[in-house]
């Protein structure tokens, strides 16, 4: 049966929020695949924070019929790759309630910086059917028991709209949420505000704050003049429900963050178990959160030591820019660790990545900070690149003529080709021809045939 990957193979790899496999057998069908076509490579791609399957499977198939046209110049025969899809439960989050939908309307650089921090003044709370349609997401998130049980909370915060309903509220969503001690530094850092307003004045403040949301310090425009959004900021929403709006965004954000590092550390375990060392060349691409997913999926390989990832390739990746630096990030087995190259692509037109991912982040009031550029400690690596690396292990790559480098982390700065379309925002614009050569170049990089 055709499967639109021609002539490659494809199989689904799905995955649950705990990171079982769906479907037992699948990984038995995949080795299975990867031993009929007698393959030389292994690539798995990850989606980001989009779970609806015929967009995963478009983004997949787009992505690789450009792979494909680089691969064949480069005299490689695609018949012997097989790819891997994967598929996991990943909810859409609303990057532009987090800040995006303020800078849409066209390119923006860090040119120069606008704060604009302090409270928002004048705004209307929410309409009460966006707020009873944001908890309906919540069966698509979380188990039935978690929604009911969060649904009444929040609803009894706008009802009563006092300390012990917040408190109660925090309380479900930190257990819903359940980031423990052993979770990662990265995960329990951006979830701190959550976690610890489970007592009533600490609920109150971050509930105040939610109600009424500070606009941290915004790039300027790309022409260097002042970004005017005075207007959008006196019609953004404040009140109760918009609070707990905020507070279950953050949640949607924190839950996917912490699914994507557990389905990436599964995955690499079901690969040991079914394969051993007896698997072709693998090749990990990842886009938004998935990025983060197949840069776990590496980094517990590499604990494994097992299965060594050929090449890593991360399309504006949203995960903290320190993700890879040693002492710092929470995936230390990554950077010097991979057989070829490691990519990463990143731009500031990437709102979704430069905006919305460190509000996300850091979201508690705060508006001293420049926000997502490189100084910012919350920004992510899909607007910056990685910070804080050994220069020896850094190479930069020409957008032009993108050859990376084996054994380095080569990054890109993506602003020619990762843009707004008619078609799409920044962050999802992935499936282009440059993309595709990046991917293409990676695996041919890490065998020694770029």
């Not at 490689?76 to 800078?103: E, T």
């Not at 910070?387 to 990054?411: C, H, I, M, R, Y």
Request: with cysteine; glycine share 8%; proline share 4%.
């Amino acid at each position: 049966m055709p499967t639109g990957f021609e002539p490659s193979r494809f199989c689904w790899l799905q995955f649950d929020k705990t990171g079982k496999m769906v479907d037992g057998q699948a990984m038995q069908t995949f080795a299975d695949e990867i031993a009929a076509s007698a393959a030389t490579d292994v690539v798995i791609i990850s989606h980001g924070w989009q779970n609806d399957f015929p967009v995963a499977q478009a983004l997949y198939q787009t992505l690789w019929s450009n792979v494909l046209s680089e691969l064949e110049a480069k005299g490689r025969d695609p018949s012997r790759i097989v790819l891997g899809g994967i598929l996991w439960p990943a909810k859409k989050f609303d990057a532009d309630y987090d800040g995006a939908r303020m800078l849409a309307a066209e390119p923006r650089d860090a040119g120069g910086l606008l704060d604009v921090g302090g409270p928002v003044d004048g705004g209307e709370d929410i309409p009460e059917d966006q707020f009873i349609a944001k908890l309906d997401e919540l069966s698509d998130l979380l188990d039935k028991a978690d929604a009911q049980q969060l649904r009444e909370a929040a609803l009894k915060v706008v009802e009563h709209n006092d300390a012990h309903s917040a408190a109660a509220f925090f309380t479900v969503a930190a257990n819903v949420l359940n980031v423990s001690e052993e979770a990662d530094e990265e995960l329990q850092a951006d979830a701190k505000q959550i976690l610890n307003a489970t007592s009533e004045p600490q609920a109150q403040a971050l509930l105040d704050a939610y109600a009424a949301p500070a606009m941290p310090t915004l790039p300027a425009g790309d022409d260097g003049e002042v970004l005017d959004i005075g207007e959008w900021i006196r019609s953004v929403a404040s009140g109760t429900r918009n609070a707990v709006v905020w507070a279950l965004n953050k949640l949607t954000y924190y839950t996917m963050k912490k699914r994507a590092g557990v389905v990436g550390a599964a995955l690499a375990e079901k690969i040991a178990t079914t394969f051993g060392s007896d698997i072709p060349r693998v090749h990990l691409v990842g886009h938004s959160f998935g990025a983060r997913l197949v840069t776990s999926s590496a980094n517990a390989m590499g604990q494994l030591g097992v299965i060594p990832v050929q090449s890593l390739t991360l399309l504006q990746g949203a995960y903290s820019h320190y993700g890879i630096t040693s002492g710092r990030g929470v995936f230390e087995n990554v950077a010097g660790h991979i057989a070829g190259p490691i990519i990463y692509t990143h731009t500031h037109n990437d709102f979704a990545c430069t905006i919305a991912y460190p509000i996300a982040s850091r979201f508690s009031g705060d508006t001293t900070l420049a926000l997502g550029d490189a100084d910012d400690v919350f920004g992510a690596i899909g607007a910056n690149g990685p910070q804080g690396l050994d220069s020896a292990l850094l190479n930069t790559l020409d957008p032009a003529q993108p050859e990376p480098l084996a054994g380095k982390v080569n990054t890109v700065l993506a602003d020619s080709f990762v843009r707004k379309t008619s078609a799409s925002d920044a962050h999802n614009n992935v499936t282009n021809k440059e993309c595709g050569v990046l991917v293409a170049r990676s695996m041919c990089c890490a065998v020694g045939n770029s």
